[in-house]
Nanobody, 124 residues
């Protein structure tokens, strides 16, 4: 079975940028949906961004214009470029893999496999 291995994250000041990556290992490259989710302390996991099999992207309203999801199919890796970071973006970020989306690309229940998570902290 494949694994999702995340890298990136860290601490930045408000307005800073970070890039997260999520590599799928243990299987041939695929074009199945991938998503980025985050969980802040005391809150439920929230869908942030997703990319469909045909490359269409989806974002939660609060990150539109600031975050960009992309994929490199050859490397079997998805990325999340985050700019203009705000303190409310703080949380543990997870990448997820799905086979088919039935309801919403930003619902965590649509995803069956997850990366290990990485901390993103935005503060002064």
């Amino acid at each position: 079975q494949f694994q999702l291995v995340q890298s990136g994250g860290g601490e930045v000041q408000p307005g800073g940028s970070l890039t997260l990556s999520c590599q799928t290992s243990g299987s041939p490259p695929d074009f199945h949906p991938r998503g980025w989710f985050r969980q802040a302390p005391g809150k439920e996991r929230e869908g942030v961004a997703a990319i469909s099999a045909d490359g269409r992207t989806h974002y939660v309203e609060s990150v539109k214009g600031r975050f960009t999801i992309s994929r490199d199919s050859v490397k079997n890796t998805v990325y999340l470029l985050m700019t203009g970071l705000k303190p409310e973006d703080t949380g543990v970020y997870y990448c997820g893999a799905s086979t088919i989306i039935r309801r919403s690309y930003l619902e965590s229940r649509e995803y069956s496999s997850w990366g290990q998570g990485t901390q993103v902290t935005v503060s002064t």
